[in-house]
């Protein structure tokens, strides 16, 4: 029986997608999630996740860097993308980064299934229209700058976290190892490590030094004045 993850923030797309599967796949086991604290917790709890499908648009900041950090965290789940962007620079950014399938929520149902049978067992699947004669000419893989383009820090970044990405933010500033924050929140060491590095890509710092100044400065000392 296959265990599956489907994440996204829109519960309509959610719904069509978990019946489409369950029509498609007998036995399959499906867990929702409307945002990057909710995967995260799916991924730590549950016993095994054979796949997830991940809408990159969805509340959290998932960013190629986090991706990244989630592929080494959990190397016995494989790993899919869903999303209404059908660029053919979006597939080979997924791919290039080792994620095991691109789909795209213009697709029939049993085009879906086709595609999560085809990751279930081990392949990479794209859609069609990277088969094309030429598609995979008409761009190419990003190189590491173009992935992840430098974010502009300001004080309204810290708006954009996570509850838990604040909880991990202020404890790096009063420079708690990730074993310490593990400890402290109660979660998977792995799973602080991927909360980190969101916080660093959207804060636009290079390391948690330049993290926990920013905050300081920002919050003139008082670090619970984030929540």
Same mark, same amino acid.
């Given at each position: 029986?296959?265990?599956?993850?489907?994440?996204?923030?829109?519960?309509?797309?959610?719904?069509?997608?978990?019946?489409?599967?369950?029509?498609?796949?007998?036995?399959?086991?499906?867990?929702?999630?409307?945002?990057?604290?909710?995967?995260?917790?799916?991924? =730590?709890?549950?016993?095994?996740?054979?796949?997830?499908?991940?809408?990159?648009?969805?509340?959290?900041?998932?960013?190629?860097?986090?991706?990244?950090?989630?592929?080494?965290?959990?190397?016995? !789940?494989?790993?899919?993308?869903?999303?209404?962007?059908?660029?053919?620079?979006?597939?080979?950014?997924?791919?290039?980064?080792?994620?095991?399938?691109?789909?795209?929520?213009?697709?029939?149902? *049993?085009?879906?299934?086709?595609?999560?049978?085809?990751?279930?067992?081990?392949?990479?699947?794209? #859609?069609?229209?990277?088969?094309?004669?030429?598609?995979?000419?008409? !761009?190419?893989? #990003? !190189?590491?700058?173009?992935?992840?383009?430098?974010?502009?820090?300001?004080?309204?970044?810290?708006?954009?976290?996570?509850?838990?990405?604040?909880?991990?933010?202020?404890?790096?500033?009063?420079?708690?190892?990730?074993?310490?924050?593990?400890?402290?929140? *109660?979660?998977?060491? =792995?799973? !602080?490590?991927?909360?980190?590095?969101?916080?660093?890509?959207?804060?636009?710092?290079?390391?948690?030094?330049?993290? =926990?100044?920013?905050?300081?400065?920002?919050?003139?000392?008082?670090? &619970?004045?984030? &929540?």
């Amino acid at each position: 029986m296959y265990r599956i993850v489907i994440a996204d923030d829109h519960g309509l797309y959610r719904r069509g997608l978990r019946l489409a599967l369950t029509a498609g796949i007998p036995g399959v086991e499906i867990f929702e999630a409307s945002c990057f604290d909710a995967v995260l917790s799916l991924l =730590a709890e549950q016993a095994s996740v054979d796949l997830a499908i991940l809408d990159l648009n969805m509340p959290g900041l998932f960013n190629q860097e986090v991706l990244g950090g989630i592929l080494s965290a959990y190397p016995d !789940t494989r790993f899919a993308i869903v999303s209404g962007n059908d660029s053919r620079s979006e597939i080979l950014t997924a791919l290039s980064i080792g994620l095991h399938g691109y789909i795209v929520k213009s697709q029939r149902d *049993e085009e879906v299934v086709m595609a999560v049978n085809e990751i279930l067992s081990g392949r990479i699947y794209v #859609p069609a229209l990277l088969s094309r004669p030429g598609a995979a000419l008409a !761009t190419h893989a #990003p !190189t590491p700058a173009e992935q992840i383009p430098q974010r502009r820090t300001t004080s309204g970044n810290l708006g954009r976290l996570t509850s838990r990405q604040k909880e991990v933010l202020k404890l790096m500033a009063e420079g708690y190892s990730n074993k310490e924050i593990a400890r402290d929140l *109660e979660i998977a060491e =792995a799973t !602080t490590k991927i909360h980190a590095a969101a916080v660093l890509r959207e804060l636009g710092v290079r390391n948690r030094t330049e993290a =926990a100044v920013m905050l300081k400065t920002w919050l003139t000392g008082n670090i &619970n004045n984030i &929540n």
